[in-house]
């Protein structure tokens, strides 16, 4: 009998070959996976961690005590993380039944493409989702919902070693067989075992997810390349790939919202969402008509 690492590659090889990769010709195509290839290479699970992202803080640590560097795309998973957390330190619930991983990404893309990783993750995280005929949006920039409650979500960070080098740290958490939710949850998530009415084999959604990450950040890099072909950037005009990919799956132009930092503890204005600019930024109209945009915060739907 496999293991459940060898399960989660064969369901990823699987997936490859069934992707929606966009129309894009066989020899992009192709190009596009191969960009991506590093993802999840190299996979370590546990059973319990504290939190994923440590875990590769402390592998890019040990790999340049011995002189070398973490490779691209080293995936940690653990069924169950007990000190988890999202953004602003909130408490992410991390039980048994769902897919906990963070992937690590070395700092090779340009500032432009950089920015665009959180997208490129969430476009994935949503990809996986849907494939199980659940109507998953996403809310800007990576929250996926599913009528309203979140069902993943995602937390991207960079990281420096001692030596320099960087990483930047795509930490990934899907709702799966995990139904009970702590109070102050229980009205804002859910899970796809009670979007489906059914289990699910988790080592099949985490091999989906791994196939659709390498799309994600394989066309993230092709997209780079393509702008450095065409010598055009997104202050240009220039319409990303990814981010045409990304918001065909976003729900968030048109709605109603507030807007902050850290919009759970203070809200700075009311808007509603016009559009997403050429570099993912979130274009919003105030109550007198005025426009702003935003590169960072987050958004509540009204």
Not at 259 to 273: H, M, N, P, S, W
Request: charged share 25%; with cysteine; net charge negative.
């Amino acid at each position: 009998m496999s293991s459940p690492l060898q399960r989660i590659r064969e369901y990823r090889q699987a997936f490859l070959r069934r992707l929606d990769t966009h129309s894009f010709a066989p020899p992009t195509v192709e190009k596009i996976l191969a960009y991506g290839a590093p993802v999840g290479a190299i996979i370590e699970h546990h059973t319990r961690l504290d939190r994923c992202m440590d875990r590769l803080r402390q592998l890019i640590r040990e790999e340049e005590k011995q002189g070398r560097v973490l490779a691209a795309g080293t995936v940690v998973l653990a069924d169950t993380l007990t000190e988890s957390s999202g953004r602003f330190d909130r408490v992410w619930h991390a039980p048994e039944g769902g897919i906990w991983l963070a992937m690590a990404w070395p700092d090779i893309l340009l500032p432009e493409f950089t920015r665009l990783l959180p997208f490129a993750a969430g476009a994935a995280c949503c990809r996986t989702v849907r494939q199980y005929g659940v109507n998953a949006r996403l809310k800007w920039v990576n929250d996926v919902l599913v009528a309203g409650k979140k069902l993943a979500g995602i937390l991207c960070t960079t990281v420096q070693s001692p030596g320099g080098d960087r990483y930047h740290l795509l930490g990934i958490g899907i709702n799966g067989n995990n139904q009970v939710f702590p109070a102050e949850l229980q009205d804002t998530a859910t899970c796809l075992r009670s979007e489906l009415s059914r289990l699910i084999a988790l080592t099949e959604l985490t091999g989906r997810l791994l196939a659709e990450l390498q799309w994600s950040i394989g066309l993230l890099h092709y997209d780079e390349e393509q702008s450095l072909a065409e010598g055009l950037t997104c202050e240009e005009g220039r319409a990303s790939l990814l981010l045409t990919a990304w918001q065909e799956l976003s729900d968030t132009v048109g709605q109603q919202v507030k807007y902050g930092f850290d919009v759970q503890q203070k809200t700075l204005y009311r808007a509603v969402a016009r559009e997403i600019d050429p570099c993912g930024g979130l274009v919003m109209e105030l109550e007198d008509g005025s426009r702003v945009t935003e590169y960072s915060g987050e958004i509540f739907y009204l």
